[in-house]
């Protein structure tokens, strides 16, 4: 276990930091110039930034299934004790649903040039996954509350994992989209938000199916 946390942490690290090392959260569309150089320069940094983060995904999923491949293997020893999932993650989930939905919506309204409404999509996007992460915070305190901690049963050890890593990516989501807000909100118009908006709804859907994964998985055993 403490190998794959190793594993885990070293990954996540190389990944953020070759997305840093190629600009990728940067935006390149305000640097001066000619109309004809600006436009070659954002879709070159369109491109570079959507195989940036595919690249991302990629070793996040390798992690995640590392976990689920290890969760697997350890459930069939005899100390393995099943954890009675908290009502609330139904819940949860549904909020997080709801947020994919309104980024999905926020990426239609850039792409349509409605800046209004991708004002109001931005911020119901992190209305919905602030509560999503602190829906998972309430669940882990009623499982504390069971007597659940993180050391005291290996199902319990690996819902905190589970939940707790998931969350972290969604913290990470949380920041660039805090970024795109803030600039929409000082005036940026919907043209020059498509690409962090579409980045974000690329990240914010991939995190609700490794959500339901990760969910169905929890419930199942």
């Known amino acids: 276990m403490i190998a ?32 004809v150089d600006n436009r070659d320069s954002t879709n070159l940094a369109g491109k570079s930034a959507k195989s940036g983060l595919f690249v991302f995904l990629a070793v996040v999923t390798s992690i995640f299934s590392l976990f ?16 009675d999932e908290p009502r609330l993650l139904w819940g949860n989930t549904g909020v997080l ?34 509560l999503f992460i602190l829906g998972q915070w309430v669940a882990w305190q009623e499982l504390v509350d069971q007597g659940h901690y993180l050391q005291s049963n290996p199902a319990a050890t690996f819902f905190y994992l589970f939940t707790g890593l998931h969350g972290i990516h969604l913290l990470g989501g949380l920041w660039v989209w805090l970024k795109t807000t803030l600039k929409v909100l000082a005036g940026q118009n919907a043209e020059q938000t498509i690409l ?26």
């Not at 914010?204 to 959500?211: E, I, R």
Request: net charge neutral; with cysteine; proline share 2%.
């Open 4 to 35: 794959v946390l190793i594993f885990m942490t070293a990954a996540v690290a190389i990944s953020y930091w070759w997305l840093w090392k190629q600009k990728i959260l940067e935006q390149p569309w305000l640097t001066e110039g000619t109309a």
């Open 68 to 83: 689920i491949s290890a969760y697997f293997m350890r459930m069939n020893l005899n100390d393995w004790l099943p954890v």
């Open 196 to 221: 962090s908006v579409e980045l974000c709804r690329n990240y914010w859907h991939y995190l609700l199916v490794v959500w339901l994964c990760l969910f169905a998985l929890l419930l199942s055993t």
């Open 97 to 130: 649903a709801l947020g994919s939905i309104a980024i999905h919506w926020t990426a239609r309204a850039a792409n349509n040039d409605s800046i209004t409404t991708v004002r109001y999509g931005l911020i119901a996007t992190g209305i919905f996954t602030s």
